[in-house]
């Protein structure tokens, strides 16, 4: 699995103006909300609110993956964001996050979604391609970093 496969350019969100986690889940949500339009903007970010209870899905290096499940959608969904300030977002680390992949998997799906996390936390190891993303200025620009990466 490739992180382009779930990844469209218009799903990505070069400056996060949010300072909270909840702030950024609502911004990555309604982004995509309004991009597709079988995702329930009330009902995910319930869901991945629910899903941060459990335990925050910041992890170390700036770099935090929400995800959860919708029981009405057919395959699996991705927003990038990006913030420069960075959020607290209660990684592992102490440190604020920086890098989000949102993921949102079908209910009824069994294991697509560890995939796309495995794949996303691969690439997100990678210091330079960090680096690079806090480096550039558009959209545009971090698409075609993820590409670079996901081809590797």
Known sequence: MKITDILDPQLILSDL?????????????????????????????????????????GINDGIAIPHGKLRNIERLLAVFGRSRE?????ALDGKPSHLFFLLVAPESSAGIHLKALARISRIAQSELF?????EV???EELFQLIVAEDEK
Do not use: I, P, Y
């Open 86 to 90: 960075g959020v607290d977002f209660g």
């Open 17 to 57: 103006v949010a300072k909270t986690k909840r702030g950024v889940l609502e911004e990555l949500v309604s982004h995509l909300a309004h991009c597709e339009h079988k995702v329930n903007r009330e009902e995910l970010l319930n869901v991945l609110l629910e899903r941060e209870k459990l335990g925050s899905t």
């Open 137 to 139: 200025h558009s959209s």
């Open 130 to 134: 960090r680096e690079k993303c806090m």
